[in-house]
């Protein structure tokens, strides 16, 4: 088995190779003067498993991650596993208005051709894997989420809205706290009230959990908000910290500290999802 890392998944490909015990392999990556990718796989891959590594974001990886998959496949493989620790585009996962694409799917369906299989990381609706016609799976990367925050020492983890009440349940089921989610209320045609259903922030330390982190404003919200309502602190943790534009700033304003995993690698990377995967590849 070798590793094969994609540019925007350095630090992962190196963790992952590390967890499995196999070799990382030599990539070159780098840009035309016209700006098209070239990739070029120095070692030989003849008979090898290929684990594959890039995430899908932004765009100019998505064509990096197809040029290294035809690549790989250019050899005389054994198989190639596709990783995917961000899966971009997943957002887009229906036709909301006549005239659009399933963005989703089409990614899928491009990301399958020279794959024999793939692994992604807390992909934003699951459903999304059914457009995949090679096996595939999304696994989490709450619970190692949990191990981290177990540190920290929040007593109640919250989702932001009840369709991550399942996110914040296996973070804290993984560290032992309470979870819940935040109901939203209209007070007026401008203020939303936003508080945990079922349990009192007051005097706690709270953490937010959610899959993505993009412009922030879903947190910083949130965390105005938990704030008012009396917690202590609160941390925002993510899998996917995508942080558009100034969004780090943003949430490091009114947030006690902003955690995400190294399915995006940035500054907030504090938490790695090669555990998960790697026990996911030892499975075969
Ligand atoms: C939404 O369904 C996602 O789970 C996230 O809550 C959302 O993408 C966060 O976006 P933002 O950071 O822009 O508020």
Redesign the pocket.
Known sequence: MIIVPGSASLSLSKALASELGVKLANVESRRFPDDEGYVRIHDDLDGEEVVLVQTAYPDEKIIELFLLQDAAREFNVNKIITVVPYFGYA?QDRKFNTGEPISAKTLAKHMQLSSDSLLTVDI?EESIMDWFDIPSKNISGMPQIGVHLKDIGPEIIIG?DK??LELAKSVAEAMGASWDYLEKTRIDGENVEMKAKNLSVSGKKVAIV??????????VKATEQLKSQGATEVYAACTHGLFAKN?LSKLQNVCDRVISTDTIENATSVVSVAYEIAKEIRKG
Do not use: K, N, S
Request: net charge negative; aromatic share 0%; proline share 6%.
């Open positions: 957002r934003h932001p369709g991550a959610d899959d993505i982190i993009a412009t922030g404003g879903t947190i969004a």
